[in-house]
C-alpha cells in the first residue's frame, strides 16, 4: 500500500487545516487507519484513528479539536484540524494502525502553526 498526505501548511493559532491522504495499491487489506504526527525532536505519535465501522479514537491532545473521516470507497482519509495551536507544528503521516512496514510511511505532510 502506498499512501500520500498532503494538505499541510502555515496557519495562524487558531486557525484550521484539513489534510488528505490517498491509498493506492493492495487498500483492501487496511483496517483501522490513523494519522500520526512527527514534531521536531520528539517521537511519532498517533493522533487520531478510524476503522471502517467509523470507530474514532482521538489522542487527548486533540480531542474536540481533530476530526477523522474516511470515504472507504475512493481510498481516502481525511483530517480536520480546528483551533490549531503552536504544539500542534509537526509532519503529519497517515498510515495503518498498527503502522505498516517503514516503507508505507510516504513523506508526511508538514503543518506549521504560528503563534
Known amino acids: 500500500v502506498q499512501l500520500q498526505a498532503s494538505g499541510g501548511g502555515l496557519v495562524q493559532s487558531g486557525g484550521s487545516l484539513t489534510l488528505s491522504c490517498a491509498a493506492s495499491?493492495?487498500?483492501?487489506?487496511?483496517?483501522?487507519m490513523a494519522w500520526y504526527r512527527q514534531a521536531p525532536g520528539k517521537q511519532r505519535e498517533a493522533v487520531a484513528s478510524?476503522?471502517?465501522?467509523?470507530?474514532?479514537n482521538y489522542a487527548d491532545s486533540v480531542k474536540d479539536r481533530f476530526t477523522i473521516s474516511r470515504d472507504i470507497a475512493k481510498n481516502m482519509l481525511f483530517l480536520q484540524m480546528n483551533s490549531l495551536k503552536p504544539e500542534d507544528t509537526a509532519v503529519y503521516y497517515c498510515n495503518s494502525a498498527p503502522a505498516g512496514p517503514p516503507a508505507s510511511w510516504g513523506q508526511g505532510t508538514q503543518v506549521t502553526v504560528s503563534s
Open positions: 478510524m476503522s471502517r465501522g467509523g470507530r474514532t
Open positions: 495499491g493492495s487498500t483492501f487489506s487496511l483496517g483501522v
